[in-house]
């Protein structure tokens, strides 16, 4: 079973920078696209940032010039570095991860627990 392990989040001030970091366990082969969601309370889940093995990326447009994503060099990591954070990112922010889909539908999906990020103003 996939599990996904988040950590890197905090308190910080607004303007400053934080990096998430997520690795999935639990499998020998490489999950297609990981990246990160988040919610804020009273808010539905959103989209931040996912980035596929090939390198393909997507982004909220609330967050692109600000936020990048990456691949670590170590299979099945991905990194959410966040500049310029503003108080309306607040939010719990949860590593993400789908495997490939097929003719027979969509890909697997897995979720991590959450790691709260908390912007000051």
């Known amino acids: 079973q996939v599990q996904l392990v988040e950590s890197g989040g905090g308190l910080v001030q607004a303007g400053g920078s934080l990096r998430l970091s997520c690795v999935a366990s639990?499998?020998?082969?490489?999950?297609?696209?990981m990246g990160w969601y988040r919610q804020a309370p009273g808010m539905p889940r959103e989209l931040v940032a996912t980035v596929t093995t090939g390198g393909r990326t997507d982004f909220a447009d609330s967050v692109k010039g600000r936020f990048t994503v990456s691949r670590g060099s170590a299979r099945n990591t991905v990194f959410l570095q966040m500049n310029d954070l503003k108080p309306v990112d607040t939010a719990i922010y949860y590593c993400?991860?789908?495997?490939?889909?097929?003719?027979?539908?969509?890909?697997?999906?897995?979720w991590g627990q959450g790691t709260l990020v908390t912007v000051s103003s």
């Open positions: 993400y991860g789908q495997e490939l889909g097929t003719e027979r539908g969509r890909g697997a999906e897995y």
């Open positions: 639990g499998t020998d082969y490489s999950v297609w696209q």
